[in-house]
Nanobody, 120 residues
Framework: EVQVVESGGGLVQAGGSLRLSCAAS????????IGWFRQAPGKEREAVSC????????YYKDFVKGRFTISSDNAKNTVALQMNSLEPEDTAIYYC?????????????WGKGTLVTVSS
């Protein structure tokens, strides 16, 4: 059974940095994708970034380009989301998700989320 678990959320001041981690288990090969999504209070969930583990291909939404970096440690089956220059608008619950490819909408396997709060 595939499982994904996020960690690393917390409280940070605007302009600061946080690093989220997603631990994935249950895949029988490296041909899968890990995506990060977020849902701010009162808003719909939105895609943030995604990585194809086998190829190392990465994708970012425009609102995080240049600030967030997604990376994978295949030996540890973890994916990190390094978030720099954080803004209050980045406050949200961040979810890690897995599927056979990157998708902007619903990926198949989801973590429970980790809260990121950016204070002004």
């Amino acid at each position: 059974e595939v499982q994904v678990v996020e960690s690393g959320g917390g409280l940070v001041q605007a302009g600061g940095s946080l690093r989220l981690s997603c631990a994935a288990s249950g895949f029988t090969s490296d041909d899968y994708a890990i995506g990060w999504f977020r849902q701010a209070p009162g808003k719909e969930r939105e895609a943030v970034s995604c990585i194809l583990i086998k190829y190392g291909s990465t994708y970012y939404k425009d609102f995080v380009k240049g600030r967030f970096t997604i990376s994978s440690d295949n030996a540890k089956n973890t994916v990190a989301l390094q978030m720099n220059s954080l803004e209050p608008e980045d406050t949200a619950i961040y979810y890690c998700a897995a599927d056979i490819t990157c998708r902007d909408d619903a990926m198949k396997y989801w973590g429970k989320g980790t809260l990121v709060t950016v204070s002004s």
